[in-house]
């Protein structure tokens, strides 16, 4: 049934394409509305945290990120703590089975890459297990090298294509999870966490 | 609730004038949506050039959409996503219930999705005996109260959390509050343990990546990566105008499309799902189908005019701007998809026969092409259906009203009697009532201007 329906779907897009007075449309290219970098004085760090804590997520630059992740657990008061199974997370918690993940109170994971543009984490689930754990526990700490902090949309666009196929699930975060779709009136972590905590580690 | 037909446009509006606490709630939403949508706009210096540049890049993909089509399926299956064809909603819906059928799947857990709204998705799966539940809070509360969506990205703004808690308290047994944290905190509890034993997640496309093979789908509630996550089986639906071409074109949508909207710089999440993973033991679901839906989407390929409606990225800006829409909200258009990109889409979707009073929800003020982010000329789309509808020359009497008002206006004498006549007989005689029972008829001055001009 479906590759009748294939060909006649195909079929009708190009008899009706065929059908249509003309309004012919040539590939554009449109390099010079790209938006350049920002000049080498910006702080692209500082541009991240800035754009990160404009939606209410929290974002901590250090040269100790094992240090400061230590810090925030103990403030949090938190017990159980799951973590991707990125090797140097492996001593704040367990990564969790397939069953358990509803049980955590704070989920922890690496970041491939960073927006400074938006304030927005990337998750590229080939590097680490970091679907559920990123998205399932009330507080979600994310830890990103700074090198990894690209100026533009466009830049992690251009990155997570290069030279390689594209990862089977990635994932922007921008923030806490919000919703406003009671009276438009924000509510913050309603199916995802509620914090998110970004340490951006200057020490390499 | 009684789901409204498009036939009956009119007499929904005039319902929906009536109701205070709609046009309140309409009032809040559009005013602060278009503030938001202005501002946003305003902090990107090249604004009018990504509008453009998203234009063009969408009309490159209409303008050869069976080869950009050909290429993301090639793509998608070559990362191992199983692609399904739809004619229409019947086939569509036919397709999802065999698959869950086959998946033996109990509890779906549903993601927002304006094209499983358009095929009626969720009553053929219920139908064959499956349990769905919407997981966007707009969308699980309004599943609740079996209404449709009244605004394409908040379907739920025609209710009041007072509304919300009731519905809540009758249906989930929840003690009665009218605290927006605590409501919110009850969905997501209860949503949780619907993720926790669902056996298929049902997501919408908001692009899909022809070079690729790549679909993005953009929210802020966190609903979205958990119904594509924790089932062991996703299901994406698909118009077939979603396609983009190249995985670079996204930087200019995901700048237009959460602007246009809500105003955000950029939503909380966006979720890029290239095929299957990659090992069994990996995290996510064991499948991915993609449904390519067409339902009369290819028959608007047949004229540039009409084919602009698929350009549409499903904002909602145009809505929030339409001074109709704002007063008489999502539910009169008898449609999923209200408001002037409604007005065009739905008559081309359903038939002009059973639609033909939408393309006349309309002043053709333009506020709608002013805010678009895609430059659709809603407006001119609006003019075009309405020739469809009356291609005939008019009746008897309109034609010789047209006639006797040229030979006035071209006679300087004739017109400057008619100024004169004019002003005595709109004293005596009501004319034209079927334009001034809905309108303000202004009554003709004292003196004309050129009278004014000659005196002074």
């Keep these: ?204 | 609730m009684n789901h409204l037909s498009s036939e009956t446009f009119r007499e929904n509006a005039k319902a929906a004038l009536a109701d205070t606490q709609l046009r309140g709630a309409l009032k809040n939403a559009t005013s602060l949506f278009g503030e938001r949508r202005k501002q946003a706009a305003a902090s990107l210096p090249n604004w009018e050039a990504l509008r453009s540049q998203a234009r063009a890049i969408k009309d490159e993909a209409l303008s050869q959409l069976d080869r950009y089509l050909e290429e993301f399926v090639r793509n998608a299956e070559s990362r191992g996503a199983k692609i399904h064809w739809a004619r229409d909603s019947a086939e569509a819906n036919a397709i999802i219930c065999r698959l869950a059928s086959d998946y033996n799947a109990r509890v779906i857990v549903k993601s927002k999705s304006m094209t499983t709204e358009e095929t009626h998705l969720n009553q053929a799966l219920e139908a064959a005996g499956m349990q769905v539940v919407e997981t966007d809070l707009g969308e699980y509360i309004i599943q609740l109260a079996d209404e449709p969506p009244s605004h394409i990205i908040a379907p739920a703004i025609h209710k009041t959390r007072g509304q919300i808690a009731e519905l809540f308290t009758a249906e989930l047994g929840m003690p009665p509050t009218d605290d927006i944290g605590q409501l919110t905190g009850t969905a997501r509890t209860t949503l949780r343990n619907r993720f926790a034993t669902a056996d298929l997640g049902i997501s919408g496309v908001n692009f899909a990546i022809a070079e690729t093979g790549t679909i993005v789908i953009i929210e802020n509630e966190g609903n979205i990566r958990l119904t594509t996550s924790l089932p062991r089986v996703h299901i994406a639906v698909m118009g077939i105008e979603k396609v983009i071409p190249r995985f670079a074109d996204l930087d200019v949508f995901l700048k237009l499309l959460p602007r246009s909207g809500t105003g955000q710089q950029l939503t909380t999440y966006q979720s890029f799902i290239t095929g299957t993973k990659r090992n069994a033991a990996d995290e996510g679901p064991d499948e991915v189908h993609i449904l390519l839906l067409d339902n009369g989407r290819s028959r608007m390929l047949a004229h540039p005019v009409t084919r602009q409606s698929l350009a549409c990225i499903r904002c909602g800006a145009c809505l929030n701007a339409c001074p109709v829409y704002q007063q008489v909200g999502g539910h009169a258009y008898g449609s999923v998809y209200p408001g002037p990109i409604g007005a065009v889409i739905t008559p081309q979707l359903m038939g002009i026969q059973k639609t033909s009073q939408l393309p006349y929800a309309s002043s053709l003020c333009g506020a709608c092409r002013e805010v678009c982010p895609v430059k659709i000329d809603i407006p001119r789309l609006l003019l075009h259906l309405r020739a469809e509808i009356s291609p005939r020359k008019g009746s008897l009497a309109e034609r010789l009203a047209f006639k006797f008002w040229a030979k006035v206006m071209t006679s300087p004498a004739l017109y400057r009697m008619s100024a004169v006549a004019g002003r005595v007989v709109q004293r005596f005689v009501p004319i034209s009532r079927a334009w001034t029972s809905g309108r303000d008829l202004r009554p003709i001055e004292s003196k004309s201007f050129h009278e004014l001009w000659t005196n002074e």
Excluded: W
């Design chain 1, 1 to 204: 049934m479906s590759s009748e329906a294939r060909q006649v779907i195909l079929d009708s897009i190009r008899a009706h394409l065929a059908a249509s007075p003309s309004y012919d449309v040539e590939p554009q290219i449109f390099a010079d509305e790209r938006e350049s970098d920002p000049p080498a004085s910006v702080n692209i760090g500082g541009l991240f945290k800035q754009n990160l804590e404009s939606v209410a997520g929290h974002c901590i630059i250090t040269t100790d990120a094992t240090d400061v992740l230590r810090q925030i657990i103990t403030d949090l008061g938190v017990q159980r703590i799951a973590v991707s199974d990125a090797p140097e997370l492996a001593e704040f918690g367990v990564v969790p089975g397939a069953n358990e993940i509803f049980s955590f109170d704070v989920g922890i994971t690496t970041a491939q890459a960073a927006i400074a543009e938006t304030g927005t984490v990337v998750l590229d689930s080939s590097c680490e297990r970091n679907r559920l754990v990123s998205v399932v526990p009330p507080v979600h700490i994310a830890i990103v090298a700074a090198s990894r902090i690209c100026a533009t949309l466009a830049d992690a666009l251009a990155i997570l294509q290069s030279g390689k196929e594209l990862s089977p699930a990635i994932t922007f975060i921008t923030g806490p999870s919000r919703t406003a779709d009671i009276e438009l009136t924000l509510t913050i972590g309603v199916h995802g966490p509620q914090e998110l905590y970004v340490i951006i580690d200057e020490s390499s």
